[in-house]
């Protein structure tokens, strides 16, 4: 698991932003509340996936657990894809001619093209009928075009979303950075998000804290939603 390391600085910029307090949300209306959970899947989280983060795995169980305290709730969850087509190698083809070289883009293309083996969910993931899977093919789900993930959100009463998944610094920092510009509520999961390194991971929760989100850990996230839906603690 990473080392949550939020810079006093930020936080304090937080604080006297915020008046004070050490949280955004005191509590939240679950029937207007999604749980995203970014590209948790086997591109990413497998061993020797094309692109492996291995603290992904780490965070499956904290993730599962606000997806069911979500679920229980009233909520949505979301498992949000990234996904290569021939329109996005065309539309996005800049980031895959100057950050790419052919055969890592072949690569890429065939490891995240929809229906494939590392396109998939990593199956440890909990997802059940209820809850949505959509495609995305940006790091941002809510760029034009991207996704349906705005449209389907907007048509549900959305208007809170809790981050999760990987990585980090990319897919949910995009995605967190346009939702809050798009006048989304945002929770951005300390423990529930996983990059390549500390240091990556750290950066973004500095910037989540300082600008965007309510940043919690894992378990206080669990517990505002059971608090905000009144559901009992688990027996042991």
């Known amino acids: 698991m990473h080392r949550i390391e939020i810079s006093p600085d930020m936080a304090a910029f937080a604080r006297a932003q915020r008046g004070g307090s050490e949280q955004t ?19 990413f989280v497998e061993p020797g996936a094309p692109v492996e983060v291995p603290i992904a795995r780490e965070i499956v169980p904290n993730i599962n657990a606000i997806s069911e305290a979500v679920r229980r709730g009233g909520g949505l969850n979301v498992f ?42 990593w199956p440890a ?41 990987t ?28 990059a390549l390194s500390d240091a990556a991971h750290n950066a973004t929760l500095d910037n989540m804290c300082m600008l965007f989100a309510d940043v919690r850990s894992a378990a206080e996230t669990v517990t505002m939603i059971r608090a905000s839906a009144r559901q009992p603690e688990p027996a042991e």
């Open 25 to 43: 949300f005191q509590t939240l209306d679950l029937s207007r509340t999604a749980h995203i959970v970014i590209d948790m899947q086997n591109g």
């Open 167 to 194: 990585l980090t610094n990319c897919c949910c920092e995009s995605t967190a950075r346009d939702a809050m510009q798009m006048n989304y509520k945002l929770v951005f999961v300390t423990d529930a998000n996983a």
């Open 125 to 165: 993931i909990d997802v059940q009928p209820a809850d949505l899977i959509l495609n995305k093919t940006r790091f941002s789900a809510f760029v034009p075009g991207a996704s349906d993930l705005h449209a389907t959100l907007q048509a549900r009463g959305i208007d809170t979303l809790i981050i999760t998944g």
């Open 80 to 121: 949000m894809r990234m996904s290569v087509t021939e329109e996005s190698l065309g539309s996005w083809s800049n980031w895959f001619a100057f950050f790419h070289t052919r055969e890592s883009t072949a690569e890429f293309a065939q490891a995240f093209g929809p229906g494939g083996h590392h396109h998939a969910l």
